[in-house]
């Protein structure tokens, strides 16, 4: 039997507040930029939320409906993803938090 697969979108908000983790442009020492970090750190985030949104941690013990994905990355130390299960059974990223 094939595990249930969601759809998942990410929010203004979450890229907002990645814009506010990253620079907009490269560093001169090769430090992630914000585009770095959409390209080559959240697909691999996407596809955990997508296949795996029931085994995460929930942000909130009891509330199935919110979980995270505390993961270490290629470009960051680690980043915590946060994402709720809306009602369509959809999965929105509301919320990224990043360790450099």
Known sequence: MAAERRTV???PAAFDQLDTHLPQDRGP????????FIVLELPAVVERFASGFDHLP??????SGGR????PGLLVRASVVYGVLLDDDTIEVVGISIDR
């Open 9 to 11: 979108r990410v929010s």
């Open 29 to 36: 020492l090769g430090e992630a930029s914000v585009g770095d």
């Open 58 to 63: 929930e942000i909130i013990e009891g509330t």
């Open 68 to 71: 995270m994905l505390i993961a």
